[in-house]
């Protein structure tokens, strides 16, 4: 229980800072320091980061909670220091109540259709003014123009029948594919204290029919809470979402951390999940406020990137370590970890693949402070410039630039070498994993700017 309440902790300390808020783009690359607890997606060209809080230095240390959704442009190549973030604003039309689309942190995340380029938020977060009670459940929804910018209006309001009662998740696991979006679990504030228990349950919303659920889904017999989830369209008739890290329990306190030895995957079809357990290298201990990002390589395999997170406690000793990259590779459900040595502690960013051989990392926040409260990992500046940094996924090295015209991902000789060994068949777990990942739909191109052969997902 001690760790859920550090973590309430957290959000007491930001509900209490009710007019600390601005335009995320505020910072100049001049002034910026740290981004973090916010949402990310990709969607018709364009990186959207939506919500959670920033600082910078002018004269001081200024932290602020982000009230406008972002944009980064896909299109064309730019480097960290001179890429400049669309910035649009959060009104509804007039005549609507609230009259702005809801600013969250914390476990908040972004749907994107693409079948219509909408975006959809306001199913999982924090609403940092509201105070621990939470805010009534609402869905709104980001009308793309094609251009970084956009309309809002609202797709579901509070007295929609399905949020009876419901109090809106933080934490959850947050994916979208198939004409569907998901949010997993996740915790919920008991009674205005300081503590936070599990929710149980499963979102979902089908941007076709519109249709929001509320499902009973429990994973090791329990409920499940700062996981990531991603939806991965190559395998099964309609594929899966994969289910990595976090924690698990089986009562409303007693908590522990996923073995990531054991992976869940859920029939995008059935929505039934199954456990496989994997081989290779020791598993990436348990952690929280990691990202991962997946993408399909040209030879028919699945690569899912885990980077970063933390255990719970802050410092130099304890949070540095988990500066380390693990991929796991589907079909063979093999971990492999990257060789390089552990230097900065990064955690509450978010990882998106954008294209080819790139993953965007997007903000994080200094772990390594002995500060043991929000605030204090916010105070340094984050050796990325603007908080952006791009991971090569074939060679395996750090950059600092985006190319939007880039090729179709290559695995790298660390994975390949998975499948060249002989070690790559999966002993399945059980027929019907075995039968879902029988069923495979390959059909890679150069990605560029879309990332069409790339799917990814937020920090819990």
């Known amino acids: 229980m001690g760790r859920l309440s550090w973590l309430f902790l957290s959000l007491s300390a930001i509900a209490g800072r009710a007019c600390a808020q601005l335009d995320g783009a505020t910072p100049s690359s001049e002034t910026f320091l740290r981004r973090g607890y916010h949402s990310s997606t990709v969607g018709g060209g364009f990186v959207w980061i939506d919500g959670g809080a920033f600082s910078y230095y002018k004269n001081q240390v200024n932290r602020y909670y982000s009230n406008t959704l972002l944009a980064l442009d896909l299109r064309e190549d730019w480097t960290n220091d001179t890429v400049s973030f669309i910035s649009n604003a959060k009104d509804l039309p007039a005549g609507s109540n609230p009259s702005t689309a809801p600013s969250l942190l914390y476990g908040n995340g972004l749907w ?3 079948d219509t380029g909408y975006l959809y938020t306001g199913f999982s977060g924090l609403r940092y003014y509201s105070g621990a009670a939470g805010w009534p459940m609402e869905l709104t929804v980001f009308k793309t123009d094609g251009e970084g910018g956009g309309t809002w209006a609202t797709a579901l309001n509070a ?4 949020f009876n009662d419901m109090i809106r998740p933080m934490h959850p696991a947050v994916a979208a594919g198939n004409g569907k979006g998901y949010a997993l679990g996740g915790t919920t504030p008991v009674n ?10 499963m979102l979902s919303f089908d941007f076709e029919t519109k249709l929001f659920r509320n499902s ?7 409920y499940t809470s700062l996981a990531n989830m991603v939806y991965v369209p190559q395998f099964g008739e309609e594929g899966i979402f994969v289910l990595i890290g976090g924690a698990f329990t089986q009562g409303p306190y007693d908590i522990d951390w996923y073995s990531n030895g054991e992976i869940y995957v859920m029939d ?3 929505e039934v999940f199954y456990s496989q357990n994997t081989t290779g290298v020791t598993p990436p201990s348990g952690r929280e406020e990691f990202c991962t990002a997946v993408v399909a390589s040209t030879n028919e395999t699945v690569e899912i990137f885990m980077y970063g997170g ?12 988990y500066d380390e ?9 093999e971990w492999v970890k990257v060789d390089y040595t552990p230097a900065q502690a990064r955690l509450a960013h978010s990882c998106e693949a954008v294209g080819g051989s790139q993953i965007l990392v997007i903000g994080g926040l200094d772990g390594s402070t002995s500060d043991v409260t929000y605030n204090g990992t916010f105070n340094d500046r984050d050796p990325n410039e603007q908080g952006l940094a791009v991971f090569n996924m074939t060679s395996l090295d750090w950059e600092t630039k985006y190319t939007a015209d880039s090729p179709a991902y290559v695995q790298s000789d660390l994975v390949a070498e998975v499948y060249t060994s002989g070690t790559g068949n999966a002993t399945w777990d059980n027929d019907n994993i075995e039968s879902i990942f029988s069923k495979r739909n390959f059909t890679i191109t150069s990605s560029g700017g879309a990332g069409n052969n790339a799917a990814s997902s937020s920090a819990a």
Request: net charge negative.
């Open 268 to 270: 995008a079809k059935t």
């Open 216 to 222: 009973t889904v429990q994973i090791h017999g329990g």
């Open 192 to 201: 205005d204290t300081e503590t936070e228990i599990m929710a149980g349950g």
């Open 310 to 321: 933390w255990g719970g406690t802050l410092g130099e000793e304890q949070a540095t370590p």
């Open 325 to 333: 990259i693990y991929i796991l590779t589907l079909p063979a459900f």
């Open 159 to 162: 007295s929609t029948n399905a």
């Open 112 to 114: 994107y259709d693409d």
